[in-house]
């Protein structure tokens, strides 16, 4: 299980993470990427955080705590 952590500081919007997890992520009216859910065991959300252009998103191990991504 993943837990997924956005910086939403540093999004730009790109909207690869959405591209890539449309599970678990999306634009808000401001552009900027939010979380529909906060935990997945899909690995979609690595793909996710590998291409945000800003590394924006951090991806944790949900049960050890230990960044993965």
């Known amino acids: 299980m993943y837990r ?9 919007g790109f909207g690869s993470c959405v591209d890539a997890a449309p599970k678990v992520f999306e ?6 990427a939010s979380l529909l859910i906060s935990e997945t065991d899909t690995a979609d959300v690595l793909e996710a955080a590998e291409s945000c252009p800003m ?3 951090s991806i944790f191990d949900a049960d050890s705590g230990v960044q993965v991504s």
Do not use: K, P, T
């Open 27 to 32: 634009l808000d009216r401001s552009g900027v």
């Open 55 to 57: 590394g924006a998103i």
């Open 4 to 12: 997924i952590v956005v910086d939403r500081q540093l999004c730009s």
